[in-house]
Nanobody
């Protein structure tokens, strides 16, 4: 069973930065498009950024220009660099596939943006 282990969250002030990591335990990682999702309090889970196996990316309008997704296929890891954080970015952040049947969701990593 594929495991997803997200890390790097925390408490940050508005305008601050965080870098999230997601380690994916599958030998097929380099062939799959991956995404970062988030679920804020009382909200549904949403896709915020996605990346193809070769590094092409798409980010949601809400985070465009502030968040950058990247990957290291040699380390089976996908990253989310988050800059200029806003209180509305507060959420639990998850990674997973963006097509096909989802892997079992990991525990996520909590990001809280507050002064």
């Amino acid at each position: 069973q594929v495991q997803l282990v997200e890390s790097g969250g925390g408490l940050v002030q508005p305008g601050g930065s965080l870098r999230l990591s997601c380690a994916v335990s599958t030998s097929t990682f380099s062939t799959r498009s991956m995404g970062w999702y988030r679920q804020g309090p009382g909200k549904e889970r949403e896709l915020v950024a996605r990346i193809t196996p070769h590094g092409s990316t798409i980010t949601a309008d809400a985070v465009k220009g502030r968040f950058t997704i990247s990957r290291d296929n040699a380390k089976n890891t996908v990253y989310l660099q988050m800059n200029s954080l806003k209180p509305e970015d507060t959420a639990v952040y998850y990674c997973n596939l963006v097509a096909g049947v989802y892997y079992t969701w990991g525990q996520g990593t909590q990001v809280t943006v507050s002064s």
